[in-house]
Each structure stands twice: as structure tokens, then as C-alpha cells.
């Protein structure tokens, strides 16, 4: 059974930083993409950032320059620094990625780690 689990929300003030983490665990053949999407109240789900296994990067435009995504391989496990971070922000952040097991390729999603930024 291969599960996603996400860390590292929380609070935080206007310009602060935190960094989310999410790792994947189960029998797991290999990993191509992994991303980060955030869906916040009465809005629709967004992706924030995504990185693929041969490190191509795609960001939202709302977030460039603030905000970076890295994986490590090794450990099945995709980052996103988010730093100068404001209100907007906010949202239920959620990991996900296309995971090979089984010999089939499916996307999964992590359970979402909340992110409140206050002014």
C-alpha cells in the first residue's frame, strides 16, 4: 500500500517561512512526478509547484521567487520551501505524485497539511 504523508504546516506570520515535507512509503518501484497543490476555503485546488525525476521544475506564478520545491530521491521525499509568505497563502497544502507499484503507475495524494499565515 503506498502512502503519501505530509509535515512541516502550520502558523506563521506575514513574511515568515516554513518548509513542508512528504514522503512517500509502500512497495514503490519508482517515483516520477511529485507536487505540491493547495486548496484553500471555497476556492478551487491549485497546483503550487511540481518536479519531475529528471528535476524539470513548474511553479504557479503567484509563488516564484518565494517558494521552491526539491526532492531526494533516496528517501522518496519532495520539499517545499516557502519563505516571505503572506495571507494569501493560506491553505490546506497537498502532496502528490506519480508513483510506479504493483507494475501499474497511479497518482496519489497525501492527506494535506494545513498552512495559516497571519498579517
Known amino acids: 500500500q503506498v502512502q503519501l504523508v505530509e509535515s512541516g504546516g502550520g502558523l506563521v506570520q506575514a513574511g515568515g517561512s516554513l518548509r513542508l515535507s512528504c514522503a512517500a512509503s509502500g512497495t514503490i518501484e519508482s517515483i516520477n512526478y511529485m507536487g505540491w497543490y493547495r486548496q484553500a476555503p471555497g476556492k478551487q485546488r491549485e497546483l503550487v509547484a511540481g518536479?519531475?525525476?529528471?528535476?524539470?521544475?513548474d511553479y504557479a506564478d503567484s509563488v516564484k521567487g518565494r517558494f521552491t520545491i526539491s526532492r531526494d530521491n533516496a528517501k522518496n521525499t519532495v520539499y517545499l520551501q516557502m519563505n516571505s509568505l503572506n495571507p494569501e497563502d493560506t491553505a490546506v497544502y497537498l502532496c502528490?505524485?506519480?508513483?510506479?507499484?504493483?507494475?501499474?503507475?497511479?497518482?496519489?495524494w497525501g492527506q494535506g497539511t494545513q498552512v495559516t499565515v497571519s498579517s
Open positions: 518536479i519531475t525525476s529528471g528535476s524539470d521544475l
Open positions: 502528490t505524485a506519480n508513483i510506479r507499484a504493483d507494475r501499474v503507475i497511479r497518482r496519489y
